[in-house]
């Protein structure tokens, strides 16, 4: 069965800290892709960053980056110098092979809030 | 490149009533995907359309539920008889099969049953 683990269920820090959001999923598929999206309190899911299961090599932009590793089965996101408009719920999703397109399983989130 | 988008954003509704929602995915998305989320969860798969034909339906999702996209381009899901447990986020997503697979969401339907 495939499952997507956010153990972090809040996570709060002052602006200009640096933070890590974690991410520990569980797939037999050897062909999968990683997701994360962001979702702010108006509802819409963001689409931030994906990866797939052959492209272990990290991924920096701006201020997000993102840390792979199929060893112990963990995507990983850094916010560095976290901002006020980074307040907001962040998901964790596992894609895989489906009946004929992928399905998504999602983390249950983890809520970041940046404090001014 | 206008994004997904669903109407209305929030509806109350009394318990026994029927509601329907509405998504438009991006113009040239050939797949489109319901999901629900509630309170403190992720988004949960409901069904999957590619253009026109209902491919997959998951079992969250009750006969009281039912979708359609008969042009391939808009959808709707109804909710018949609601309940107070249908009570959540309604999110459409779509994308192209291009390989990728990354779905694009739209801002949901909130639904609230009293």
């Known amino acids: 069965a495939q499952k997507v683990t956010q153990a972090q269920t809040e996570i709060s820090v002052v602006e200009k800290e640096d933070v890590t959001l974690d991410c520990v999923y569980e797939t037999r598929d050897t062909t999968y892709y990683l997701f994360w999206y962001k979702q702010p309190p108006s509802g819409e899911l963001v689409f931030l960053i994906r990866r797939n299961s052959f492209d272990e090599q990290n991924e920096i932009s701006g201020r997000y980056s993102w840390n792979f590793q199929k060893s112990t089965s963990s995507f990983n996101f850094t916010i560095t110098a976290s901002q006020v408009v980074d307040s907001a719920v962040y998901f964790c999703?596992?894609?895989?092979?489906?009946?004929?397109?992928?399905?998504?399983?999602f983390g249950t989130g983890t809520r970041l809030k940046v404090l001014a | 490149d206008t994004g997904v988008s669903q109407n209305p954003r929030h509806k109350i509704t009394k318990r026994g009533q029927n509601v329907t929602f509405r998504c438009d995915p991006i113009s040239e998305h050939n797949r489109l995907y319901w999901y629900r989320q509630t309170l403190g969860q992720g988004p949960e798969f409901l069904t999957y359309f590619q253009n026109e034909a209902q491919l997959e339906k998951s079992r969250l999702l009750s006969d009281r539920f039912s979708a359609e996209r008969p042009k391939g381009s808009f959808s709707t899901l109804e909710i018949q008889r609601t309940e107070q447990g249908d009570s959540a986020m309604y999110l459409c997503a779509s994308s192209i099969r291009t390989g990728e697979e990354t779905q694009y969401f739209g801002p949901g339907t909130r639904l609230l049953v009293l």
């Open positions: 999703a596992l894609s895989v092979p489906f009946s004929g397109t992928y399905k998504y399983i």
